[in-house]
T-cell receptor, first 114, second 114 residues
């Protein structure tokens, strides 16, 4: 079974600075998708960024980028120019191309200091 | 807007009562997923529908849980004889995007069992 591990329960960053959230996963498959979702307090879970495992190029969405290391099974999220609105729980998730369900990590709570 | 609404948003019930939640995709989607998220944890997969057919169920879905998707549109999740351990956020998700490989979540129903 696939597992997703987020080793940082909490992270803190100063506004306008850069922060990196870590995620590792375990799978025997070669074709899969990885995601980062953001869940603000008492609000809806939204997609931040997606990475297809067959793509070597790291995904980027505005201030958000990933460092995808397939051999190391590592998928970190970098947030540049952090804003107060980035404060939330961030979840890393895995989905096999052959399957349907998402497997989530335990989450990292990001605090942004003004 | 993720294209998914859920009702109710909050439900408080007494132990032993039955509850039913509803998930409504705004537009037609072949697939629909249910997840459960306990406080401070990542979501866990419960079940998945392809049109009307319930194709996959997690071991988390005990015999007190039943899900339906009549006509392949909206879906309901019923919990019978609720227990305090059922207290959680229940999330519905639909796939969208290229190759339908990304799941987008509704706002969830927060269940509190007293």
């Amino acid at each position: 079974a696939q597992t997703v591990t987020q080793s940082q329960p909490e992270m803190s960053v100063q506004e306008a600075e850069t922060v990196t959230l870590s995620c590792t996963y375990d799978t025997s498959e070669s074709d899969y998708y990885l995601f980062w979702y953001k869940q603000p307090p008492s609000r809806q879970m939204i997609l931040v960024i997606r990475q297809e495992a067959y793509k070597q190029q790291n995904a980027t969405e505005n201030r958000f980028s990933v460092n995808f290391q397939k051999a190391a099974k590592s998928f970190s999220l970098k947030i540049s120019d952090s804003q107060l609105g980035d404060a939330a729980m961030y979840f890393c998730a895995y989905r096999s191309n052959a399957g349907n369900m998402l497997t989530f990590g335990g989450g990292t709570r990001l605090m942004v200091k003004p | 807007d993720t294209g998914v609404s859920q009702d109710p948003r909050h439900k408080i019930t007494k132990r032993g009562q039955n509850v039913t939640f509803r998930c409504d995709p705004i537009s037609e989607h072949n697939r629909l997923y249910w997840y459960r998220q306990t406080l401070g944890q990542g979501p866990e997969f419960l079940t998945y529908f392809q049109n009307e057919a319930q194709l996959e169920k997690s071991r988390l879905l005990s015999d007190r849980f039943s899900a339906e998707r009549p006509k392949g549109s909206f879906s309901t999740l019923e919990i019978q004889r609720t227990e305090q351990g059922d207290s959680a956020m229940y999330l519905c998700a639909i796939p969208r995007g290229a190759r339908m490989n990304t799941q987008y979540f509704g706002p969830g129903t927060r269940l509190t069992v007293l």
